[in-house]
């Protein structure tokens, strides 16, 4: 199995939306349709790609890993996004990620043995998952001979993007980050990778206006979730998780909704192999919005919005966030990556609910962080946010939706140290008094340090005393 040297004849990006559109050429940096003012899709002439028979042929470039290309986990399926010649792809061996059995995990989310896998982005070389679509992000650029790039962020954004620029030395990076709640693990990656850094006076969403705005005016190459390039990047997520399951289809995927880049990805990924006959069924989708910033949940769950052919109701989504700002409602949530109001990608995913028959939940700050601790005392340290899908899957198992035999796959977004305030704030610090003002009165899973006095026998009384507890 060979790639053509130069494939970018055969893609092209068009509108989502069905009324109408042109289409354009990939060397054109665009992020909307200029007809529809819509988000685009990279699409592909796939009678001309050299797609295999099967997906286990991808297995083969195992044995060729000393070409950069195939010891990414994203680039060795450079069939299934042949926007890129190869001499053209930005690859930092992004991808080397697991999908891990938890039986531990599934336990706690109320799942027979066997039937939980945690697929772990967070052994990415930034520590997220954005990487897999920041590589692809990062090709384009170089494709159109970027010279600048810009994203806005919580934080995984800035650090991807500003390590791939550092590697690379292709092109510089402004990131622009809001002055509400931000990870100093994931800010300290930007600052540290050399990224020119401006925090604007507000959140993500004020933040993602200016960066489009900016980049619009300045012609600087825009990174964040509206670059289609990004998302065609984070569809080997998907296919790395097929291969974790020996190229079986999961019956759930359930992943944390923030800007609904993933969910979005997913999506397309999965309707793609659906088309090219390389997978039989559709797994099921749950998107897992934090209580604080749910907006996907309440329009998808609570209002009814859905894809409809591609025509979405819009008065929906405009009264809601219409309402919205009357109220100054502003996201609010310990899981910071996913801290986001205005979710760019919402049409997309409404895409993916429809193709795979999903389903939204939200999820309070307290229970994605028992899920963050049990994740956490099963083995796998993950950041806030990531947690919200074990979450999820827990309280979609109490409803009945998930079966206790249904095969689940698990996103864990990010790693533990992305937000390590996060974590210690669980297990070491005092009970915040707004939490006992509403009945909670301990964290469930707490492992707090004890102190002991600078003596043996004080020392050994000590251990085993815990070890009784």
């Known amino acids: 199995m060979s790639a053509a040297s130069d494939l970018t004849d055969i893609a092209f990006q068009t509108s989502i939306s069905p009324d109408g559109g042109e289409t354009y050429d990939i060397g054109q940096v665009l992020t909307s349709c200029p007809q529809t003012n819509e988000l685009l899709d990279i699409n592909y002439d796939w ?26 986990g994203v680039w ?6 042949p926007f890129a ?14 999908l891990q059995r938890s039986d531990y995990v599934a336990r706690y989310a109320g799942l027979k043995p066997g039937q939980l896998s945690l697929q772990y982005e967070g052994l990415n070389p930034s520590g997220s998952f954005k990487d897999n679509g920041m ?3 990062a090709t384009h650029a170089h494709m159109v001979g970027a010279k600048l790039a810009a994203c806005a962020s919580t934080g995984n954004t800035s650090a991807s993007l500003a390590i791939y620029a550092g590697v690379s030395g292709l092109f510089q990076v402004v990131v622009f980050v809001g002055s509400g709640k931000i990870a100093y693990g994931k800010l300290s ?18 933040a993602l206006r200016q960066v489009q705005d900016v980049c619009r005016e300045a012609g600087i190459y825009l990174c964040n979730s509206v670059n289609p390039f990004r998302l065609e990047g984070q569809k080997t997520i998907i296919y790395r998780i097929l291969e974790g399951l020996n190229w079986e289809v999961p019956d759930w995927i359930v992943v944390p909704g923030g800007n609904l880049g993933n969910s979005s990805a997913f999506g397309k990924a999965l309707l793609e192999l659906k088309q090219l006959g390389l997978i039989a069924e559709m797994p099921r989708l749950a998107v897992i919005n ?19 052919g591609g025509r979405p109701e819009q008065a929906l989504v405009d009264a809601f966030y219409k309402d919205m700002d009357a109220r100054n409602r502003r996201a609010n949530t310990l899981a910071s990556a996913i801290e986001i109001n205005r979710p760019v990608n919402l049409k997309k995913c409404l895409r993916a609910l429809d193709a795979c028959r999903g389903v939204v939940r939200e999820c309070t700050d307290e229970e994605i962080l028992d899920a963050k601790a049990m994740v956490g005392a099963g083995g796998f340290g993950c950041e806030p946010a990531s947690a919200a899908s074990v979450a999820g899957v827990r309280a979609l198992r109490r409803e009945g939706v998930i079966a206790a035999s249904d095969r689940v796959v698990c996103i864990l977004t990010g790693h533990q140290l992305k937000d390590p305030d ?21 964290r469930l899973y707490q492992n707090a340090p004890t102190v ?11 251990i085993k005393r815990l070890q009784k507890q």
Do not use: C
């Open 290 to 308: 934090a209580a604080g910033a749910n907006t996907l949940y309440e329009l998808y769950e609570q209002r009814g919005l859905r894809w409809n």
């Open 189 to 206: 990656q930007a600052l540290d990778y050399g990224a020119l850094t401006l925090q604007i006076l507000g959140d993500f969403d004020d």
């Open 76 to 81: 060795r399926f450079r069939e299934l996004l």
């Open 47 to 72: 009678d001309r790609v050299p797609v295999p028979a099967s997906m286990r042929e991808f297995e083969r470039r195992w044995s060729n890993r000393r070409n950069p290309l195939d010891f990414s």
């Open 452 to 462: 002991v006095e600078n003596d043996l026998t004080a020392i050994l009384d000590a």
């Open 135 to 137: 590589t692809a992000a």
């Open 85 to 98: 010649p190869e001499d053209r792809i930005v690859t930092i061996g992004e991808g080397q990620t697991i």
């Open 422 to 442: 996060a974590t210690v704030g669980y297990h070491a610090e005092p009970l915040d008094p707004k939490l006992a003002q509403r009945g909670i009165n301990r």
